[in-house]
């Protein structure tokens, strides 16, 4: 059976503020690993067979022309928080191609494998609204309607109870933690490494100095 294909929309902060958690062990790598990690996660998105496109929406030129060459449509931000930049891009998702499902992925998910965002793209075309929590169970990873329903995406803070009480379905499946890995800290950072990151992370992996980290890690 013929399955719609979604547009995705990927919201990318400018360098200055992305990633300030990880500064302590990123140093002057940060807004490199910032790049690194949004790449590796549009990239994924777009090899996954029931993704159309990748809209990424952010203010910041550096990502903007690394994520086009990876084939992402860009729109510019317009700086008023995250929610009003998801509506943003979900609104040229709707004006591109009025009949497709969009969704709504955070861009800090490096380790994310395309058959495992299949997978809940499939299960979110079961619900008008859905969700995927982040592996704490607090926040969200991905945020998603059917065609012609509401775009009202909640992230931020405790973003799961936000798309709960709004009547978001969350998606209960297995099997995919590389969706729910987001990477925040350190410890996000080492258990993303676990999974399996994307080329352009683990290319900068070597010059972050994780090892210590990573002894306390395994401990």
């Not at 992925?105 to 809940?120: F, G, I, K, Y």
């Not at 490494?193 to 352009?200: D, I």
Request: charged share 20%; proline share 8%.
């Amino acid at each position: 059976m013929h399955r719609l294909r979604w547009t995705i929309v990927v919201p990318v902060k400018t360098l200055i503020r992305a990633k300030t958690r990880l500064a302590a062990a990123a140093g002057p790598y940060r807004t490199d690993l910032a790049v690194a990690v949004a790449s590796d996660t549009v990239a994924a998105a777009l090899r996954c067979p029931l993704v159309a496109r990748v809209i990424v929406v952010t203010a910041d030129p550096v990502p903007a022309e690394r994520l086009r060459t990876l084939g992402a449509h860009v729109v510019p931000d317009p700086d008023r928080g995250l929610n009003v930049a998801l509506r943003t891009g979900a609104a040229e998702a709707v004006r591109l191609s009025p009949g497709t499902p969009v969704g709504a992925l955070q861009a800090d998910l490096p380790a994310l494998r395309p058959a495992e965002l299949s997978v809940v793209l499939e299960a979110a075309l079961e619900f008008d609204q859905s969700f995927v929590p982040d592996a704490a169970g607090v926040g969200t990873t991905f945020y998603g309607v059917r065609p012609g329903v509401a775009f009202r995406p909640r992230f931020g803070g405790e973003s799961r109870a936000k798309h709960l009480a709004g009547g978001a379905k969350e998606l209960a499946v297995d099997g995919i933690p590389s969706v729910r890995r987001d990477v925040d800290t350190v410890a996000d950072l080492l258990e993303a490494l676990a999974l399996g990151v994307g080329p352009a992370t683990a290319a900068l992996v070597p010059r972050l100095g994780l090892d210590a980290a990573a002894r306390g890690h395994d401990g």
